[in-house]
């Protein structure tokens, strides 16, 4: 290994030395750069992996916004697909937000331990209902008597309008035709196990699981474990909780009574119904997470889902990261204006520079045992880079609001292909739903609260997966380059450079003209 002379130590400093030495300068991403270490990391061995909480583990440190025009279950599927987490946002009803929670709980896993069964006293219109009703994306149900004893099959084939008024037992296959497996005989590797059923029985898609009293305690479909086992040659690996399905976080506003007061009732009643799906992560998500009621909301979920993993914010100090942890948040988020849509500072005057907001939670959540994340205004995987030598995640709005996942309309303008991006501040959002989560009730909205958001469009951009797999890629390559094979020693490698405007402009292309059309650039 080369000797590190002196002369570097005292230009390349570590985060504690060079934000001591830069405050009370404000600084962001594009103000600092990481200098390079030694490094025997090749950047694909590198493990991106993190630890947010006791329950949960990502394989990549990204989380998509709960942004109304960034996380519905289509983005929250993608993102935990990838190996990372969405968090469904909160303007929508209820009753929506549990079905979002539903489609992405029940998306792909192996072994389904609680399967959804019907009884043999409905008709395939009840079926039809419970379809709809719940969001689910599956039509098959196992048919069980009311001591769960398995009955039969009612295959996809026969869920049809057409047949509603038909008994669900005049379609089912009976007991003696469905395959079955014994809870006992699954052995090890519940995958391996269904992998090998579903080749030796050719045509076969479902697999249910009994116990030694005939009673139904699982289910596997071929589609899930085919998806799974092909999953296995991908650098990103999903994102999956113990019983194998997707990992998924919602965000929550915090309902208020008519004199002002939290209602608990509400609040609890929503979280426990979507953790009854599944729900892995809830997040109490506000402008002003240094708050009484955020504080409160905080210290009433940690009291009544003890194991949940709770995260709240936004906040930008220390005492913030330290409050919030001391209510019971397990993740803290970190930002205050610097999301690409956010207009906070400009309006209300307020807000920190996010590399130095990350510095100052960072130093109380390593006190505290918390874990942080960067929540805005990153633009590029640089920034995502810089960020993880403080953090252990970060928050994605405006570099996943054009993916094709991403909930927005797509508009097209003079040929290009455009999806709306709104901040959840924008009066267009907040009438939505979102006024609380910057303080406002929603009859306050265009009279005595002011938009901390705009409206605006993004480029159409490809897949979640090209999109995570360009970022994921830089990420690496920033490991690599300081000579990190995990995340861990990213934090304790880094060394910051405080950067000039002449230095940013040196750090972009420049003194060229960029030729966009690669198959130009090829030929
Ligand atoms: P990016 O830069 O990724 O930022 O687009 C997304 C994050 O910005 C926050 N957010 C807002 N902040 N006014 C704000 O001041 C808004 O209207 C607004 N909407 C979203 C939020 O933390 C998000 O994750």
Not at 254 to 273: T, W
Not at 480 to 488: D, M, P, Q, R, V
């Amino acid at each position: 290994m080369t000797k590190y002379p002196s002369m570097d130590k005292e230009i390349f400093l570590p985060a504690e030395q060079f934000f001591e030495q830069t405050k009370p300068t404000g600084l962001t991403f594009d103000d600092i750069s990481l200098a390079t270490r030694y490094s025997d990391v090749l950047p694909s061995d590198a493990n991106l992996g993190t630890q947010l909480s006791e329950n949960i583990s990502l394989n990549l440190p990204i989380l998509s916004s709960d942004m109304d025009t960034v996380t519905e279950s289509e983005m929250a599927i993608a993102m935990a697909l990838c190996g990372g987490l969405g968090i469904l946002h909160y303007n929508m009803s209820k009753r929506q937000q549990l079905k979002e929670v539903t489609r992405v709980k029940y998306h792909v896993h192996g072994l389904i331990q609680d399967p959804i069964t019907i009884t043999a006293d409905k008709l395939i219109g009840d079926v039809l209902g419970l379809i709809d009703q719940k969001g689910f994306q599956f039509r098959t149900f196992p048919i069980v008597e009311d001591n769960g004893k398995l009955l039969g099959l009612l295959p996809g084939r026969v869920v049809k309008h057409r047949y509603r008024s038909r008994k669900v037992t005049d379609g089912m296959l009976a007991r003696n035709e469905v395959y079955t497996v014994k809870q006992t005989d699954i052995g090890e590797d519940p995958i391996q196990t269904a992998d090998r059923f579903f080749s030796e029985h050719m045509g076969i898609h479902k697999l249910l699981v009994v116990d030694d009293n005939d009673k139904l305690c699982g289910l596997y479909t071929l589609s899930d474990i085919e998806r799974i086992i092909g999953e296995a040659g991908n650098h990103l690996k999903p994102a999956r909780d113990h019983n194998f399905r997707l990992l998924c976080g919602a965000a929550v506003s915090i309902p208020r009574l008519e004199d002002g007061k939290i209602n608990q009732d509400e609040l609890i009643q929503h979280v426990g119904e979507m953790v009854q799906q599944g729900l892995n992560l809830v997040a109490v998500s506000t402008a002003h997470g240094h708050t009484q009621g955020v504080g409160d909301a905080t210290k009433i979920l940690r009291k009544e889902f003890a194991n949940l993993t709770i995260m709240a914010g936004n906040v930008t100090s220390g005492e913030g990261v330290e409050f919030l942890g001391d209510c019971g948040a397990d993740i803290i988020k970190v930002g205050q204006g610097p999301g690409s849509i956010c207009t906070t500072r400009i309006v209300a005057g307020v807000g920190i520079p996010q590399m130095s907001a990350l510095y100052a939670a960072s130093c109380k959540a390593k006190k505290k045992g918390l874990s942080i994340v960067a929540d805005g205004g990153i633009t590029k995987s640089g920034d995502i880079v810089k960020a993880l030598t403080l953090t252990d995640g970060v928050i994605c709005g405006s570099l996943l609001a054009g993916c094709k996942e991403a909930p927005g309309r797509i508009i097209e303008i003079e040929g290009k292909y455009y999806k709306q991006y709104r901040g959840m501040g924008s009066l267009e959002a907040m009438r939505d739903g979102s006024a609380a989560r910057y303080g406002h009730s929603a009859k306050d909205v265009g009279a005595k609260s002011a938009a901390e958001g705009i409206e605006a469009l993004k480029e159409v951009a490809g897949s979640v997966t090209e999109t995570i797999n360009l970022l994921a890629g830089g990420i690496r390559s920033g490991m690599g380059y300081l000579g990190a094979s995990n995340l861990s020693e990213l934090k304790s490698n880094a060394r910051y450079v405080r950067v000039t405007p002449a230095g940013q402009k040196e750090s972009s292309p420049h003194d060229v003209i960029e030729i966009k059309n690669s198959e130009f650039s090829r030929s």
